[in-house]
């Protein structure tokens, strides 16, 4: 079985089908890079997958759970939709931190306020809180940030703020991490520091799924690539072939496009 299966995913938004019915599955460890031209669904698909919009229709099963079923259940309520969340991280185009909190608070925030909703006895919150700062800490190290750990946002460059974006990401321990164009806000001379933070994430056999453009770091870094064309996938396969003989005059168009 593999470790996250996605089956029949539709999503219209009024009269306009922008999911046309997606299905991929995909192994544990595995970099999947999703290309195509703007307005054909890549971000829609990756909002359906961390529940920031339900899918009209379809099923999603993470590591043997099926988290959502549209034949089999009602309408999720909030708390179920957050507790479906924590399955998926995402890291958005733009950094969203809180510019009044400091780097390391951005990363404990929300696994504190979680664990203090789950857990009423002090000493036990008490003891949780110092296990979500240690772990804060050691992916602050991991992304080449413990040097930024008192500093806010607004005196980041933009790299070090996505990076710190993703490091937010993967404190709350993630099944599956998902980017959606993780450089495109960034300068140029910056998106080399938040592609070699990604390199070292699939390196670590972390599971993502990278929306981009950047087609070199996609055939470097992928296991797999999906070509998104009006909603529905038109090609898949290992990127370094995708790339190089092309199948679709779609794809052909795109690539001629972006490269």
């Keep these: 079985m593999a470790f996250l299966e996605v089956s029949h995913i539709t999503k219209k938004f009024g009269d306009t089908a922008v999911l046309r019915g997606i299905d991929f599955s995909m192994e544990k460890g595995e970099t999947l890079a999703l290309i195509g031209s703007s307005g054909n669904g890549k971000t829609t698909l990756?909002?359906?997958l961390n529940f920031l919009e339900t899918p009209d229709t379809g099923r999603l099963v993470v590591n043997g759970t099926v988290l959502f079923d549209s034949e089999a259940?009602?309408?999720?309520?909030?708390?179920?939709?957050q507790r479906l969340r924590l399955h998926f991280g995402l890291v958005f185009q733009q950094f969203h931190l809180f510019p009044q909190y400091t780097v390391f608070e951005n990363l404990c925030l929300a696994p504190k306020l979680i664990a203090k909703k789950s857990e009423s006895d002090a000493a036990k919150r008490k003891a949780l809180f110092a296990d979500i700062e240690e772990k804060a800490r050691e992916i602050l190290d991991k992304v080449g940030l413990s040097h930024k750990k008192t500093a806010y946002p607004g005196k980041l460059s933009g790299g070090q703020q996505q990076r710190v974006a993703i490091a937010?990401?993967?404190v709350m321990n993630p099944d599956i991490l998902c980017f959606d164009e993780p450089t495109s806000a960034l300068d140029p001379e910056l998106t080399g520091e938040v592609l070699k933070v990604l390199r070292e994430l699939a390196e670590a056999d972390i599971t993502m799924i990278i929306v981009t453009h950047e087609l070199a770091f996609a055939r470097e870094v992928a296991d797999r690539a999906l070509f998104i064309d009006e909603g529905r996938i038109a090609e898949e396969g290992d990127p370094k072939l995708l790339f190089s003989a092309p199948k679709t005059e779609r794809l052909r168009e795109f690539l001629s496009s972006v490269l």
């Design 46 to 48: 990756l909002r359906c």
């Design 73 to 81: 259940q009602n309408r999720l309520d909030e708390k179920a939709l």
């Design 168 to 170: 937010r990401a993967l």
